[in-house]
């Protein structure tokens, strides 16, 4: 996992030599310390650093500039303390290539009734000066969060803390790597797009393997290596008597070594295969997968480059909070009672997201036809969730998040040898499921307990892509209203 420590957002406060040096000395003593406070706040993964305050339209040009060549910096968060004259921002803002959130907050949080005079009233102007300052953010129509309300209310740092990871999955995306062993799974579309533009709009390339390359870096590995980590499968997870054997969990053992190895030495941050592209290999990989993921590896099944990229992004946004983060695929329904949805995969569901300790298993696996895939088994725990899906409409990418409640199952599953997850879609599945058809959603998600759609919407707005939000306020007919507008809108775009 990247290293969010060194990673910084840049604070910085705007204003102007109208005021004379008094005021301004006192502006760059109040910004600091908001940057200071917000620095301390746990709810902020990153550190967020205060720059000296910018008067000028080469300063603000100069910053930006020095924004965009700072390696560890993700972001900019943007108050305007007084007032800022926002012709002076527009070189700035025009050049800058990193994201920004414009902070709408104030110093103070009273109105000081019994001394308020006009030295006050100048210095604490946000409310119009950040209305200058937004008028030319939205005439540049220029993507950006505005969070509203004081400095240190636990909403206002939280909703900064959101698009900070958002920010921080946006860095990542720049220089991530995705490989992909095999092609596409045949005629499936939804796994399917356009690579060249996913590269100019998210930055993350994907190179395609042979599986033979992956198979060749597998067996540069010793009896030695697979028994030392046959070992630790067993002493990490429970395994039954029936489910050890030591030649299946060698085969495992030698995958996950090969794979781990391969990726790491390329530098790639994700993966997908293919069932149908095994030519070499005795399993498909499971337990491989799994502990890559949750070692912090994006993945998607099938070819699904989108979905891996997809899940390596959520894993790097999520990183420190509580809940797990894994591939995940729409499979079967409960329509009686509340209906809700099963979602598993045929082996590659992440442990981040297990309620119980898993259990190694082996057992055939019906597609593929290879020998029995070892893979870990376990349930989910309750609690909130998002389902995410990037898919490509032709003209654009679109982002489709769903809001779920996982519950706990009602009834055991003896006979399901894979991972599962049990989970109610808000605003409900009839409605769910069919928002989330009319917008096209493919059944390969990202599915995370650790993230929320702010996080998500955060980081649409961002890449710059189309965001469509199902939740409890969801009403089917606006949904396909406003994919028809979405639809208009990019072709005016
Ligand atoms: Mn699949």
Redesign the pocket.
Known sequence: MSATAAKEIWFITGSQHLYGPEPLAKVAENGARIAESLDAESDIPVRVVFKPIVTTADEILNTCREANNAPNCIGLVLWMHTFSPAKMWIAGLTALRKPFLHLHTQFNRELPYSTIDMDFMNLNQAAHGDREFGFITARLRLPRKVVVGFWKDPETVNEVGAWSRAALAWNESQTLKVARFGDNMRNVAVTEGDKVEAQKVFGFTVSGFGIGDLVDRMNQFTDADVDQLVAEYRDTYTIAKEHDRIDSLKVAAKIELGLRAFLEEGGFGAFTDTFEDLHGMRQLPGIATQRLMASGYGFG??GDWKTAALVRLMKVMAQGLTGGTSFM?DYTYDFSGEPKILGS?MLEICPSIASDKPSVQVHPLGIGGKEDPVRLVFNTSAGAGICVSIIDVGNRFRMIVNEVDVVVPEHEFPKLPVARTLWVPRPNLKIAAAAWIYAGGA??TGFSQALTMEHMQDFAEIAGIELVRIDDSTKLHELRRELMWCDAAYKIH
């Open positions: 099944g099938e695929e995969h059944h390969h």
